[in-house]
């Protein structure tokens, strides 16, 4: 089975960083552009962050734009979404997927909180 696997979310104040990892497993995500996506509660889930095959062209949503680096290594198969500078209004669940997503490779996710 092929699986996506989110790690690194907890609990920070305002201004404090986080480290998201997404490890892969079933087959290699290498050719695969990849994203990071959030869903807050009561929100749509919304992509903040995504990168190509080979993690030099990205790009993000306005509202992590300059906070947020996401960033690949294909060797490990895995992604990752370094995020500084957080604010309350990061607070969501979030996930890894391939870009555009692909509904069987959702995972659980992992929660990042952000108190004021």
């Known amino acids: 089975q092929v699986h996506l696997v989110e790690s690194g979310g907890g609990s920070v104040q305002a201004g404090g960083s986080l480290r998201l990892s997404c490890a892969a497993s079933g087959r290699t995500f290498s050719s695969d552009n990849m994203g990071w996506f959030r869903q807050a509660p009561g929100k749509e889930r919304e992509l903040v962050a995504s990168?190509?095959?080979?993690?030099?062209?990205?790009y993000y949503a306005d509202s992590v734009k300059g906070r947020f680096t996401i960033s690949r290594d294909r060797a490990k198969n895995t992604v990752h979404l370094q995020m500084n500078s957080l604010k309350p209004e990061d607070t969501a669940v979030y996930y890894c997927n391939v870009n555009p997503p692909e509904w069987q490779y959702w995972g659980q996710g992992t929660q990042v909180t952000v108190s004021s």
């Open positions: 990168c190509n095959w080979s993690g030099r062209i990205t």
